[in-house]
């Protein structure tokens, strides 16, 4: 990456526009590549994103790119955010047919106007989406990422700590397979600062309901989604942190959808496992030594996202 970032947004409606706002506070873009074909819209955020500029720690140039997409071919990273969020009220799945025909719009073209970068897929279903991308374009899988359960990761952090009264930023605990209701919690390596769940149970006096928690890191988004009609400040903050990676090369680990291939005999489509992210993308995936039960979750998640694939796939 040179000194210059610059960061492609396609699709500025809740997500991408927080995900704009969020990478111009952290100082994470120089410049901002924004499409969106609400031309209306995306001339309005442009706008008020550049009013704004004397507030940020430091200016970018912002470009209103509307659906000229190879204007993004030149950028680090490429953050998919076009969807249509309404259609997945009651379910990520309500959209499979919309995202992947806007991304057959998208993806081809960029590529073949040189994009070098990598892409950060956040529209649903997540990994059908990230699974396209790499379907359509044949692009270096490695440098797909979608952003898979690291907002479901965070969801289930929250709800940990409402139990505990600590610090989420202390629980390490991860959701892992699709970014939808197949995904499952990876009890077996839950730690809340170096401590097990069982330690903390026998010493605070706190009893963690198992299968509670894990039920509301899978439908936690529905609550917001009910009464907003959006989910927004999470995921973007997690893109972003993904975005961190990739700009500052950190060798992030963390729960990202990846192309798996063979965790579990699994391969050939993407889902969540553990990635370390830096410039090049995903860098390494792990394969955790999962408990029985989370293996068999793990591979009726990948059934799921599978049956998903199966009906859009068209190449
Ligand atoms: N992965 C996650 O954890 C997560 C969390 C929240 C939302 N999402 C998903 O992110 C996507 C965006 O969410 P939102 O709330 O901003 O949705 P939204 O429906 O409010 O906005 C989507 C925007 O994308 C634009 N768009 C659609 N097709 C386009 C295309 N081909 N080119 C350019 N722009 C296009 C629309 O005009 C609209 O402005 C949705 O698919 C949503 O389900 C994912």
Not at 3 to 23: D, R, T
Request: hydrophobic letters at 40%; glycine letters at 8%.
């Amino acid at each position: 990456m040179g000194l210059v970032s610059k960061i492609g947004i396609i699709g500025i409606n809740h997500v991408g526009a927080h995900v704009a706002n969020a990478l111009l506070y952290q100082s994470l873009a120089s410049e901002l590549y924004i499409c969106d074909t609400n031309e209306v819209l995306c001339r309005a955020q442009v706008n008020d994103l550049l009013d704004a500029m004397s507030f940020y720690p430091h200016s970018a140039r912002v470009f209103e790119c509307d659906d000229r997409y190879e204007e993004l071919a030149q950028c680090d990273v490429i953050v998919n955010a076009a969807g249509h969020v309404a259609a997945a009220k009651e379910n990520r799945d309500g959209e499979l047919f919309v995202t992947t025909e806007e991304a057959k719009k998208f993806a081809q073209r960029i590529v073949d106007a040189g994009f070098k970068g990598v892409w950060v897929s956040i529209a649903n279903p997540n990994d059908v989406v990230a699974t396209e991308i790499w379907g359509l374009t044949g692009y270096d899988p490695k440098k797909i990422i979608g952003s898979g359960t690291t907002l479901d990761s965070s969801r289930f952090k929250h709800a940990i700590a409402n139990v505990c009264g600590y610090d989420p930023q202390c629980i390490n605990s991860w959701m892992l397979g699709e970014h939808g209701l197949s995904e499952f919690a990876l009890w077996s390596h839950v730690t809340i600062g170096c401590l097990t769940p069982e330690e903390v149970e026998r010493q605070a006096g706190v009893s963690f309901d198992r299968p509670d928690l894990e039920e509301q890191a899978r439908h936690g988004g529905y609550i917001t989604m009910a009464g907003k009609m959006c989910t927004e400040y999470s995921i973007s903050n997690g893109a972003v942190e993904i975005i961190k990676a990739i700009v500052h090369d950190t060798k992030l680990v963390t729960p990202v959808s990846t192309l798996v291939e063979g965790a579990y005999g699994e391969s050939g489509l993407f889902s969540s496992l553990p990635c370390v992210i830096g410039a090049q993308g995903v860098e390494r995936v792990f394969v955790p030594e999962m408990a029985e039960g989370e293996i068999a979750k793990w591979h009726a998640s990948c059934a799921h996202i599978r049956e998903n694939i199966e009906k859009v796939k068209c190449w």
